[in-house]
């Protein structure tokens, strides 16, 4: 078979003859040709593919299987359906380009089944009522809302998010301590640079984590001391007085699951008291608690000692990077400040927009579908699990969008796993990269030689590649 | 009079006694009750105004009186006019709380007419037009779009403002080297960060330039080292080998307004070559030439030591935070890494809402739309000049939306025509406030006992608010 390229649903020729003649299934081989033919940039993006008709007849196969590899990669990302317009090559980040070396977004070459924490199914983002809220946002919006603002944000935004934050989360805050920055990432950053002029040197966090968290805290010049953790959250009782503050998951410890128990929200609010730090609560997945009334924020016990961190990414979209920062008091000028210098201020169109999601209790609406979606999602896994892999413990998946599954001593090591895992194209972590601090020195539990630990994401796959993520994943724990 | 305060236009007393008795003029009055009480804190944002006939009916005053008492306040930014819901006070970024100390926004305190430089004027945003390219892009996104994607930002809208650069500026880059970030703010913030790793110590800057650009450099780690300027811009062949990068506005110096000569453009690329250095054109309004074919990017003449800088704070709304650095490859990958860190990438809909509006061609028939209207203002500014002021001296006008005027010798100082101006409400900046470096120390044209020179913006001012702006400012310039 010849390989000639056109665009606009013309001739595609694909080579299958290779795979086949080494035993890959037809809809496998078709889903491999394709892939490479867009990685190789022979297939350049916006480039419109033939119809499944058309290429079913072309290749001599069954159009079911031309419609079910052009959603497979549709899922995966290389490829881009949209009503009317048929399938394209999809316009991804990352264009492959001669030699050049252009810095990625994550890695999805070899992504077939996204099970990354961290990331909600992007397909659950209300664009109509996104939209309309900012028409509504638009229509009001006087003038000098468009023009240069402080740097804390919108007003509209912080009035809605400070009612919105009290009656769901408890926490306690106004408009004037309220900032909105771009994303958690860019919050954690200022306050970094704030505990730092006021001379902390160090930043205690939880034994397992967010490496790119751990990664911002060291770049802000600022050292990272794991804190042990236990079935009942952090070791608060270990807080070393030296840092100036402690970076916590409160109600849904990342990755682990653990909520942070009271006597230990208290013991971390003591601490901060009485060492003069701050307490930093990363309230990541705070909407989504599924099995009791979700934990209130830590933050309620002292507004003066606790940094409540919140965000819209799980919520709504990572893309939006939309996040806020309730501050101490004695936080605020220097924190709006950082902000001013770093980019004046967070973009306002989103901020109007949310402001409007929030008051006409269409946000309140997502996020009870959401949680209702997403506890589906923890049910069909955790009944995948104990059917296909009873010999895997899956933990924290009373809140939240993933899960740790612990084997069983004995099993195939993580690494060993990972690997695998990656050959088949299935993302997730293993819990040993969550790890803070070098390996061995943390004190935290498991560690190397324990038995392996996956950290999985739930939510990331849209719904129809949802049942082959499962799939994957449950091959690869059958064979641990 | 009582002083009692009732929501949604019921009553409302207002006590002009004390102001009349001074010799106040009644609407002048009305304005500064109204304003007094908002600024107190005793009327809330959002609390409705009684309609225009009933207030006046209410202080025995001509309806009249009160309606422009209101398109006056509201001009300012203390009210708010919405069809069909009358007048509320306005929702601003710094209330007014009791003794707490807001960070805030702009001062608007005494804003009464805003000529300051650097904004557009907001009424010309395009709303409908944004809403629509919104809505197509909304409609047409993949989900993964939605997600988190690489530092440089969305591929649609970097295909689309490298060709829009090209044609327009003249700009020679593609999707791989161009980076979104949030402003020129951040933009420069990375740059320096940057700009550091590689050992540079101080960036060259124009002898006059913007003030917050200067604290950025320094809060980046940089000293800032100033140029001098001459009516053909910045003085090149003083560059000082040790600097690591030059920073320049070469298509209209700020302040000053002039274009940087050719040879000068030459003599600094010449020097970023020999020396291994960067020139960073901040190319900020670049859109906007009156008298001429627009001068093309310096960037032109060598993209690997030339960085482009360019923003749609001017063209479009300095809300949005969108601006874009069209880098050389070997900036490429540490500006995008320092992205990473400070908030991933820039919020997706705006980009994707951008390059609708560039690709359909709404966007540049919007930009000149905008040149037009700011042409007439700039038009109207110079003959209202000189027919009230001729004594003053307009430059800088073939192009941007300032002007500086020179006064003669032995005119009223610049210390004091700046106090005068702010005693009256009228926002602008004196040349001196510009200047980079300590006073004296830079061996810059103009200084300390030099004639006096003012620096106005003249499309902030929304088109009703325009003359009075002219009006007030040919008072301050008649009195010099």
Redesign the interface.
């Known amino acids: 078979m010849s390989t000639s390229w056109t665009s606009f649903g013309g001739d595609l020729h694909l080579d299958l003859g290779e795979r086949r003649a080494a035993g890959a299934g037809l809809r496998a081989s078709l889903e491999d040709a394709l892939r490479e033919a867009v990685q190789d940039g022979r297939l350049t ?1 916006g480039t419109r593919l033939p119809s499944s008709r058309a290429l079913g007849e072309d290749l001599g196969i069954a159009r079911n299987t031309v419609v079910e590899a052009y959603g497979q990669l549709t899922a995966e ?1 290389w490829l ?1 359906s ?1 009503q009317g ?1 048929g399938t394209t090559v ?6 492959v ?1 001669g030699g ?7 890695r999805r070459r070899s992504v077939r089944h996204d099970l990354m924490s961290g ?1 909600p199914d ?2 659950l ?1 209300p ?1 109509t009522a ?2 309309a809220a ?2 509504r946002a ?3 919006a ?15 935004l912080r ?1 809605a998010l400070t009612h919105y934050l009290a009656r769901v989360r408890g926490v306690r805050t106004d ?2 301590r309220l900032l909105v ?3 958690v ?2 919050g954690l ?1 200022l306050l970094c640079a704030a505990l730092r002029e006021r001379g902390a040197r160090s930043v205690a966090v939880e034994a397992y984590g967010l490496p790119p968290q751990h ?2 805290i060291r ?1 802000a010049g600022l050292s990272t001391v794991p804190l042990p953790l236990d079935e009942r959250g952090a070791r608060v009782d270990l807080l070393d007085a030296r840092c100036g503050a402690a970076l916590l998951t409160p109600a849904h410890q990342f990755p682990t699951g653990a909520p942070l128990a009271a006597d230990r929200r208290a013991a971390a609010v003591r601490w901060a008291r009485e060492q003069d730090r701050y307490v930093v609560e990363d309230d990541y997945d705070g909407e989504f608690r599924y099995d009791r009334q979700p934990l209130g924020a830590m933050q309620a016990l002292d507004p003066e000692r606790v940094v409540y961190a919140g965000t819209a990414s799980k919520s709504l ?6 996040a806020w920062l309730a501050l101490p008091d004695a936080l ?2 220097p924190v ?2 950082l902000k ?11 901020q109007l927009t949310l402001a409007e999601l929030i008051t006409s209790g269409t946000y309140d609406r997502h996020v009870r579908r959401c949680r209702l979606h997403y506890r589906r999602r923890r049910d069909r896994l955790v009944a995948a699990l104990a059917e296909h892999a009873p010999h895997v413990r899956v933990t924290g998946i009373a809140a939240g969008l993933h899960a740790v599954l612990q084997l069983p001593p004995g099993s195939t090591p993580e690494a060993e796993l990972l690997a695998r895992a990656e050959a088949v194209g299935l993302a997730l972590s293993g819990l040993t990269w969550h790890r803070a601090g070098p390996p061995g020195g943390d004190g935290g539990d498991g560690g190397d030689g324990g038995p392996p630990a996956l950290v999985i994401g739930y939510a990331a796959p ?1 719904e129809h590649a949802f049942p082959a993520a499962l799939d994957a994943l449950c091959e690869l724990l059958r064979g641990a």
């Open positions: 993006p990302g881009s949209r317009s999809a316009r991804r980040s990352v264009p380009r050049r070396t252009a810095p990625a977004g994550p990331r992007l397909s983002f664009r996104w939209l900012t028409r638009l229509a009001t006087p003038h000098e809302a468009l023009g240069y603002g402080g740097p804390l944000g919108r007003i509209e009035e408009p004037d920055c771009g994303g990432q860019q950053g990664a911002l770049a979209a990572p893309g939006l990077r939309l605020v000028e709006a400040r001013t210098m770093a980019d004046t201020m967070s973009p306002v169109i989103e849209p």
